[in-house]
């Protein structure tokens, strides 16, 4: 790093290379997944000199009504295109979020783990778009990564690599990661 009289401190980093979205195998896709189990299994006190803070999942329930109300308005608007039993399904099902998201162990998570934000130099994988840091769910990482690749193109086994995900994490954090919990708070995730 360099101060930069006119432009601030410039960084001068390596250049690594994005990986196209046809290169994405299920041998890459494990890569990817073992570096975001290892980001998420960093202890959470690696992370005080960030200042990071978990904030706790809330949900407001006036703004949530007046949510509810509003996309039942648009629903109407356009009858017979939508499921409205789903919407019912989701505001029926909205107090269930918090107390899972809310339970320990919360996790270093990145924030925007997605195909994109991972690039190499041939050798190694490395994360950029370090902007989102926080700490919650790590499950949201691994979520956001099958469904922003999904929506690329990228063919993913989610079941193959939820598994996987759970093995690393269970090592790096050297204990059991239950995979059944970590569909529980995927859908609470979703939900919200």
Known sequence: AEAHPEYGILLVMECYEAISHGQWDLELQKRAVDLCAKLNGMPL??????????????IEEDFTRNSYRMWVEVLEEHEGRFNRKLLDTIYKN?????PVLNSSPQYVCHGDFHPENVLTDGKQLYLC???????????GDISFFFSRGIGFGIPMDEEVLLSYYCERLSEY????????????????????
Do not use: Y
């Open 45 to 58: 006190e690696k992370l005080k000199p960030l200042g990071l803070n978990w904030n706790p999942t809330q």
């Open 94 to 98: 909205l107090g269930a979020v918090c």
């Open 129 to 139: 778009d370090w902007q989102g840091i926080n700490i919650g769910k790590c499950v």
């Open 173 to 192: 954090k050297s204990m059991s990661i239950d995979p059944e919990t970590l569909k529980k708070e995927r859908s609470a995730s979703n939900l919200l």
